[in-house]
């Protein structure tokens, strides 16, 4: 493997590829670099010398500013270099469309075509409880379920979607948790779902049902657990209804146009801008020119390469949606005291992430280069095919709840530290490197740092993974699945009662 990367031309800062020591000598363009001091891998060095107050540039964009006079061959990290972001700002519609479309392959995945037309690539058994009060009760009605059944249930798997909410708030808060639910009930990888209540709750099943609409009564049944003498009892009986009707459900092919997939990063490294997150843009790319629906979300990671999104709004329409998308949030950190521009992740940072435009403009990469057609707020969900943007934090759980919650199947989740989390669809962890899918091969499920490895080419990881995919929304468990790690949280901002 190479000692270093320069990742864009323009740069004026390299990326150690592999540990580095003190005075090992770097050949660059027919110039030699001494290094100052170790340098661990995926982190950055001056690649020339880098004046006070000038811009330190990565991807071919500033990431922020040096401190102090950087030499050539030093470390450049959080010791002396500061982000150029602070609050709101004013932006102006530049539109720049530089779509890389692929040939439509028409390819088609094993899923499940609900009545309503939506496509799942689960058939689940859910519980959604309208109130944490009730999660308890829950779980004794899945397990008596699952004993009851067995080895013969039609289900792919079964969940609580357990949360600690539905009660004691107000405002925004309140409607948030409900209308997460709501999202929930109506997911195409739900089979079957009992929405339990306790009967006291804010989040009263009454008015949650009336605002579901027109559902499939054989399907979502209902149970408010203070107006029955035996709960457990009453609810194996409704999940044994709903058994009734979903036994017979069957995968059938299904062209890839109708997947919907988040797109998600955690822990990040030096690598992920370069790897992981770069290949799901390659993927999120490829699946639009099938018809295929891709979501970013993360909106603090957006700040910093804001614009490169707006100028590949659709529209005027769209872009002012963008703008709003981002000084919104930025109005939120304010509002709470808080800078807009921290790092905040001891990780990122011990990874090789500097600032926020740096772990930014990686992110974003996960977006590909397609159009952006539309941006959701916080609990809406998917009403174009393409590109969407969705207002949620940074935060795994939450972020990756809101992207299931937007109808996402399927969540692509790159990973350069590592983690174990799912939410309540299929969450596939993409490594950007190979050490770290090597260490936890029961965490990670694809490797993209082979991106790193000399004679793999893009074009070969993207088949590869394009290839998984189909097989995990055909039915093939990812490791979250496996472990049964899944959890849903729901973003909260106001007083609880």
């Known amino acids: 493997m190479k000692k270093y990367l320069q990742i864009n031309e323009n740069d004026n800062t390299i990326l150690a590829l592999r540990d580095l020591k003190k005075d090992e000598e770097l050949s660059i363009d027919g110039k030699t670099i001494q290094l100052k001091q170790d340098i661990y891998r995926g982190h950055k060095i001056a690649l020339k010398e880098i004046q006070e107050k000038e811009h330190v540039i990565k991807y071919g964009y500033p990431i922020g500013h040096a401190l102090t006079t950087i030499a050539p061959g030093e470390l450049v990290h959080t010791h002396n270099t500061k982000t150029n972001l602070s609050g709101t700002q004013d932006y102006r519609y530049t539109p720049k469309q530089t779509d890389l479309s692929y040939k439509n392959e028409n390819r088609t995945f094993k899923g499940y075509v609900r009545e309503n037309g939506n496509v799942g690539i689960r058939n689940e058994l859910w519980i959604v409880p309208t109130v944490g009060c009730v999660n308890g009760i829950a779980e004794k009605i899945m397990?008596?379920?699952e004993k009851h059944v067995g080895a013969i249930s039609p289900f792919d798997n079964v969940l609580v979607l357990k949360h600690n909410y539905g009660c004691s708030q107000l405002g925004d808060d309140h409607e948030n948790t409900k209308q997460i639910l709501l999202n929930a009930v109506n997911h195409p990888n739900a089979g079957g779902i009992l929405v339990l209540g306790l009967g006291c709750e804010n989040n009263e099943l009454p008015e949650f049902k009336k605002?579901?609409?027109?559902?499939?009564?054989?399907?979502?049944?209902?149970l408010i657990s203070q107006a029955v003498t035996d709960e457990i009892e009453e609810g194996f009986k409704l999940v044994m209804d709903i058994y009734e009707s979903a036994k017979n459900d069957k995968r059938e092919d299904v062209p890839l146009s109708e997947l919907k997939i988040g797109l998600k990063c955690g822990g990040s490294d030096g690598f992920?801008?370069?790897t992981a997150n770069p290949l799901l843009g390659r993927f999120s790319d490829y699946l639009i020119s099938q018809g295929g629906t891709t979501v970013l979300t993360e909106v603090p990671e957006m700040f910093g390469a804001e614009t490169i999104l707006m100028e590949r709004a659709a529209n005027e329409g769209v872009f002012h949606k963008v703008v709003d998308l981002i000084n919104d949030f930025k109005d939120y950190f304010l509002q709470h005291n808080q800078p807009v521009y921290e790092n905040p992740s001891p990780g990122n940072k011990a990874g090789g992430i500097t600032t926020l435009e740096d772990k930014s403009l990686g992110c974003t990469q996960k977006a590909g280069t397609s159009t952006v057609v539309d941006v959701l707020k916080y609990g809406e969900t998917l009403k174009t095919k393409g590109l969407n943007l969705l207002s949620a934090p940074g935060n795994d759980l939450i972020a990756s709840t809101a992207l299931a919650s937007a109808g996402c199947q399927m969540v692509l989740f790159t990973t350069g530290r590592g983690t174990p989390f799912g939410t309540f669809v299929p969450t596939m962890k993409v490594s950007t490197n190979t050490q770290i899918y090597k260490t936890k091969p029961h965490w990670i499920d694809f490797n993209a740092g082979t991106l790193l490895e000399d004679g793999i080419s893009a074009d070969q990881v993207l088949t590869e993974f394009v290839d998984y995919i189909i097989k995990v929304a055909s039915g093939e468990f990812v490791n979250n699945e496996?472990?049964?790690?899944?959890?849903?949280?729901?973003?909260?901002s106001g007083v609880t009662l």
């Open 143 to 145: 397990k008596r379920f």
């Open 211 to 222: 605002a579901l609409g027109d559902i499939n009564e054989d399907r979502v049944k209902f």
């Open 272 to 274: 992920s801008g370069i």
């Open 482 to 492: 496996k472990n049964d790690f899944r959890e849903i949280s729901i973003f909260k």
